[in-house]
Nanobody, 128 residues
């Protein structure tokens, strides 16, 4: 049974930083690309970042490029999202999931979440 447990969210001032974690179980973590999504109030869930199974390649939504960094520790079955220079528009519930991926040349693309079940997410609020 797939389990995804997100943590690390909280209230932070604009310009601040947070690191999110997602502990995964129930599948062979090291065999799957992983992704972070977020859902702001009244909006659909949107892809934030994706990382290959070995962690060698990443890609990001334009809105977070240069500010967010996705990484993973396959020994701990955990994927991380380091968020810097946070903005109020980053306020959302953040989720992780395994990712379906494809390649456009050397660019990693996520074509959707692999698992239909989601964790509870972790709330990130950016406000002064």
């Amino acid at each position: 049974q797939v389990q995804l447990v997100e943590s690390g969210g909280g209230l932070v001032q604009p310009g601040g930083s947070l690191t999110l974690s997602c502990a995964a179980s129930g599948f062979t973590f090291s065999s799957y690309a992983m992704s972070w999504y977020r859902q702001a109030p009244g909006k659909e869930r949107a892809l934030v970042a994706v990382i290959t199974s070995a962690g060698g390649t990443t890609n990001y939504a334009d809105s977070v490029k240069g500010r967010f960094s996705i990484s993973r520790d396959n020994a701990k079955n955990t994927v991380y999202l380091q968020m810097n220079s946070l903005k109020p528009e980053d306020t959302a519930v953040y989720y992780c999931n395994a990712a379906k991926v494809s390649w456009y040349g050397s660019t990693l693309l996520s074509t959707g979440a692999r698992f239909g079940s989601w964790g509870q997410g972790t709330q990130v609020t950016v406000s002064s």
